[in-house]
Each structure stands twice: as structure tokens, then as C-alpha cells.
């Protein structure tokens, strides 16, 4: 293990130049323009290549054959392989994503979630204090991509929208109805996707932002006055943008619309090629330059990042795969059911990204921020700075369009 290290000539996303990254036991201690110093034993000279945090997954819903809604607290060996499986897909934490379904099973997968992160957190603080000599060789070391917290898509959403989400169990947007599904455990949820147009009653969206849950609205028929009310009452985000909505219409914007225009707003997408097409990911990526450009000190492709949408086959092969009462065929990594109602991708996150280099789409350090940088901004998650943990993807640009990554992770294993 590396006590101490540090990372020469890294590009870092909207800082011109070179920069030299020092790093002590498992923490980012110092970020410096590159200089000539003489080159230590212990230095990593990345040659100019980009340099940035793992990717975040805000929008996944399963993987190896386990989808989240049927976690259990007997499945956390299972989970953790999950999250072995993330790390090496480049993930460093996800929320790990309910769809709409009965409250047992949301009840019975958020006290697994719950126990896990626990658990991870325990393995964090072995690891920091091995670095100081506190524990014995052999002790747990491992500990993968870890669980920001739950993502409940639904059960909150409009039929009519529904998509691939089972019709039995949406519920009516009231108070008491958030409350029993939140229940005791709104420590461990992070996002709450809901149709704000399904409220019967006012401050559902504020009741939830004040558990310090993420609202995000999607598999909605809003308007854009709809939509403008609920950003109003705190809800930040949108659900896989374009999907499960209406289009964007010249006389009615609708939801991504309003929520484009909104500086508040961030919109999560996908892209497989499949979800949305790739002249309206050019629309959409233009509208994020056109609002960075608008505002100082803003991200790239402002307001805009990217998801997975993954399900539980993620990380196995085509086929066709249970999935609640029901099935979906996998066919090129596209899920969909029976009918040919479309329900997800086996695409890994990071492929998303080097689709939109490959298709001419955005550059390599937009789509680099699109699954780094920007889910934290949407999340209010500190980007790299001094004290992050030291867990570096390496991006190269080895031919046009091509873009590729590797894990650098001083110090730290899954």
C-alpha cells in the first residue's frame, strides 16, 4: 500500500493546464499546478491524460440477476458483489433504485439497504485506520462502490406514463401515503421520482425535501406551469429526461421544457442509443452549453448528467430474465417486456459516455463530467478537491472519438 504518492501532469475538468494531485494514505492532501520539481520514487506520471473521480450512478435498478426492489437483509453478500462488480465498471457510489411495486418489498429492500450501508461504513473506518496501523493483517479491506442511498421510482407516478412500472401498486400522491411509504428510514433515501400533477393536496414535494430527500419528477404528463410549481416547492431533478414525458411541443414545453430552463434543475438521460435518439441527445446537450454559457462559474453541460437506467441482468449476458411477476428479454443490452414496452438497458454507466465521444456528441471532457462531476453537483456531492478519498479514474483519448478509462486507485482495492 501506498503511505504517501502523488500524480503528475493530470488534466483536472475546467482547470487549464497540468496539475499534480499529492495524495497521504487514502486522501487527496494537495492540488498544484505541475511544476518542474524533480520526479519522486512514488510519483504516477500520467502523461497528460484526464484525471477525475469515479463515475455515480444515480439511476440503477439492479445488477448480476438482483433487482433492488428484491433485496432482502439475507442478500447483502450479494450486494457487495454488486458493488465489486460497479467498482471495476468504474462506479465509486450509486443509489441503488426501487421501482414502483408493493410496500413490503419497498419496506423489505430499504432495511437492506439500511443494514449495508451501515456495514460499508464500518469497512470504511477499518480501512482508515489501517493506514494507521490499527488493524491486525487479514481484517477486511474491501468495500466496492458504496450506496449513496435508495432511489424510489414511484410508487408516486402518473399511469398514463406508467412505462414498464406495474399499474397495481401506483399509489395517489398524498401526505399520508409518502409518509407510510417512507416510513422510519428517509435516512437511507436519497431520491424520490413522483408526478408532481398526481398530488391531491399541497406539500407533499416540500414534506419530502424536508427528510432531505432528492425530488425528481418523471413518468409525468406535467405541464410546465405544473412542472414550475413543484421546482418551486423544492423539487430539483427530472427522471430520465425524454422518456416517460411528454415531447417538448412548441406551445407547451412540459416538464423537461420548464425544467431546462431552470438553473435549479438537474436532468438525468440515458444513452444507449436506444432511449433517445441521438438528434434529440444533440438537442438536449446544446440546451446545457447554451445554460453554462448564460451563468459564471458553471459546470459543463449545465443542469445535465448522465444515468444507467441498468437492470438486474447488468453484467450477464443477453437473455431473457425474470423481473416481478414478469419477463424482459435482453437483445444487445435493450430490456423490454413482452409486449415491447421498453424497460431498461444492461449498458454500463461509462458506456454511456464513450457513446456520445463516439457519435460526435460532446467532447471527452464533457462526457467525462457527465458521469463524474455532474451527479454530484445533482446531489450536492463535493466534486475533487483537498480531503476526497483517492480513487482517480485515468481517461485517454487514443483516437478520435475514442475515448478510454482504467481505475487509479493508490492505496485502495475493491
Not at 82 to 105: A, K, M, R, Y
Amino acid at each position: 500500500m501506498f503511505d504517501s504518492t502523488v500524480i503528475r501532469n493530470a488534466r483536472l475538468l475546467q482547470k487549464p493546464g497540468l496539475y499534480q494531485i499529492s495524495i497521504e494514505g487514502h486522501q487527496v492532501k494537495h492540488i498544484s499546478p505541475e511544476t518542474s520539481t524533480p520526479v519522486r520514487p512514488s510519483s504516477i506520471d500520467i502523461a497528460g491524460d484526464w484525471l477525475s473521480l469515479g463515475a455515480v450512478d444515480l439511476q440503477i435498478n439492479g445488477a448480476l440477476g438482483l433487482a433492488f426492489p428484491d433485496l432482502r437483509l439475507t442478500d447483502l453478500g450479494p450486494l457487495q458483489t454488486i458493488c465489486d462488480l460497479l467498482w471495476h465498471q468504474g462506479i465509486d457510489s450509486f443509489c441503488p433504485t426501487i421501482v414502483t411495486t408493493s410496500l413490503e418489498n419497498f419496506h423489505g429492500s430499504l432495511a437492506a439497504i439500511q443494514a449495508f450501508k451501515e456495514q460499508q461504513q464500518n469497512h470504511l473506518k477499518q480501512q482508515n485506520q489501517l493506514k494507521q496501523g490499527q488493524l491486525k493483517k487479514g481484517q477486511p479491506k474491501r468495500t466496492g462502490a458504496q450506496v449513496l442511498g435508495a432511489h424510489l421510482e414511484g410508487p408516486f407516478l402518473n399511469a398514463a406514463k406508467r412505462g414498464a412500472h406495474p399499474a397495481e401498486y401506483l399509489q395517489p400522491l398524498t401526505l399520508d401515503n409518502a409518509k407510510t411509504v417512507i416510513a422510519d428510514f428517509a435516512e437511507v433515501i436519497s431520491i424520490v421520482t413522483l408526478a408532481p400533477e398526481q398530488a391531491v393536496e399541497a406539500g407533499v414535494i416540500s414534506w419530502l425535501t424536508g427528510q432531505g430527500i432528492t425530488v425528481s419528477l418523471g413518468h409525468s404528463l406535467a405541464t410546465a406551469q405544473q412542472a414550475i410549481a413543484a421546482f418551486e416547492q423544492g423539487a430539483t431533478m427530472v427522471t430520465h429526461a425524454f422518456n416517460a414525458m411528454p415531447g417538448l411541443h412548441h406551445r407547451e414545453p412540459g416538464l423537461l421544457g420548464a425544467a431546462l430552463i431552470d438553473s435549479r434543475v438537474h436532468c438525468g438521460f440515458i444513452a444507449d442509443g436506444q432511449h433517445i435518439c441521438p438528434t434529440m441527445l444533440d438537442l438536449l446537450l446544446r440546451a446545457g452549453r447554451g445554460r453554462a454559457d448564460t451563468r459564471a462559474n458553471r459546470p459543463l453541460l449545465d443542469g445535465l448528467f448522465l444515468v444507467s437506467d441498468a437492470l438486474s441482468p447488468l453484467g450477464l449476458p443477453d437473455g431473457t430474465y425474470p423481473w416481478d411477476s414478469r419477463q424482459i428479454e435482453v437483445v444487445n443490452g435493450t430490456a423490454r417486456l413482452a409486449d415491447g414496452t421498453l424497460s431498461g438497458t444492461t449498458l454500463p454507466l461509462i458506456d454511456g459516455a464513450l457513446n456520445l465521444v463516439k457519435w460526435g456528441l460532446c467532447s471527452a471532457e464533457e462526457a467525462i463530467a457527465l458521469v463524474t462531476q455532474a451527479p454530484r453537483m445533482a446531489m450536492d456531492i463535493t466534486s475533487l478537491t483537498i480531503g476526497s478519498r483517492a480513487q482517480f479514474l485515468r481517461w485517454q483519448q487514443t483516437a478520435h472519438r475514442k475515448l478510454t478509462w482504467q481505475r487509479l486507485a493508490p492505496g485502495i482495492k475493491a
